[in-house]
């Protein structure tokens, strides 16, 4: 029963094949984030300027509702990534780590310190993100970068499990991220992004604008015996900064 369940699909190069559930190839529709801009709420991350503590916090809640298929999916190959590969998985431990990394990665990208990503992205992609990168406008640089404070919302969005004509072992999960930037951008160059605005001072007039972009990194680890516990990033995507 479980076989009827699983798809072959071809996206690797050379002899890779990779067996996963039926994807839904459009994941903004899997997935709907809600920007709230209200201050009357109880639950939410806060938001300030830093630059004194006295300042009134600003409250901006974003909220994910997940797609209940892709949410019984995901939990599946949980268990069988701890069943047949790794019994001490923790989606909630990865997902902390995802964090941390796409923060790391994303400030190298918008300074292009593309030397340092060696080892934490996959080689083939470090060259055409080079490509990309050093050819934006600075503002697109700096929208680059995911402050860890500003990183507003984070879930899965896909994963797999690879095998090639070796028998070499391979996971692949697909996060996706919501962070906050104040860089200035055209306001019709980020489609599906959203702009809004929090006051520097409580009754003053004057406001910093923020806007919401979407990131999404891959994931990949061998789980090969004999190669070492190391995930790599093998995709990346910042909303439209890297068309």
Known sequence: MVSCLFRCYSRLPSAFTLTRFVLNKNLVRNHRCCLDREGNHTAGRFYSSGRDREQPKQKVVVVGIPNPFIWFRTRIYYFLIRTYFDKEFSIEEFTEG?????????????????????????????GKLEEKCTSLPSNYKKALSADPDEIMYTTPGDVGIFYDENGRKFVSILMRFWYLTNARLPDDSMEGTRIFKVALEDGEEE????????????????????????WTITRIEHSKLLD
């Open 98 to 126: 995802a964090k941390q990394a796409f923060s790391h990665v994303s400030r190298l990208l918008s300074q292009c310190q593309f030397d340092a990503l060696e080892g934490l992205v996959a080689k083939d992609l470090i």
């Open 207 to 230: 406001t910093e604008t923020k806007r919401l972009l979407t990131a999404i990194y891959e994931f990949q680890r061998e789980f090969t015996k004999g190669v070492p516990p190391d």
